[in-house]
C-alpha cells in the first residue's frame, strides 16, 4: 500500500540521515574516515533489513482492487472489431 510505502521510505532515510551524522561526528573525532564509512554502512545495512522485507507494519492498508470480469466480455470486444484492410500504395 502506498502508506506503507511511504513510512518504509521515511525510515529508509531517516536511518540513513543519522547514521551518516553519527559516522561524520565520531570520524572527526577519531581522525579516522574508515569509521565514518562503517557506520554509515551499518546504518545501510540496518535500513534495508527494516525496510525492505514485507513487514506487516507496511501492509496495513491494502489496495482494493477491480473484481475480475467475466471471460464473455472478451469475446463481445474480439467480435466487435472489424477486419483491417490493407491498401496496396
Known amino acids: 500500500d502506498y502508506k506503507g510505502q511511504k513510512l ?8 540513513i540521515l ?3 551524522v553519527i559516522g561524520f561526528i565520531y570520524g572527526y573525532i ?4 574508515g569509521w565514518t564509512v562503517y ?4 546504518g545501510f545495512a540496518l535500513s534495508c533489513v527494516l525496510t525492505l522485507p514485507p513487514w506487516p507494519m507496511y501492509r496495513r492498508n491494502p489496495l482494493k482492487w477491480l473484481p475480475v470480469q467475466e471471460s464473455g466480455m472478451e469475446e463481445k470486444k474480439a467480435a466487435d472489431r472489424k477486419p483491417k484492410r490493407h491498401t496496396k500504395s
Open 8 to 15: 518504509a521510505e521515511q525510515i529508509f532515510q531517516g536511518i
Open 30 to 33: 577519531t581522525e579516522q574516515f
Open 18 to 20: 543519522v547514521s551518516a
Open 39 to 42: 557506520i554509515v554502512m551499518a
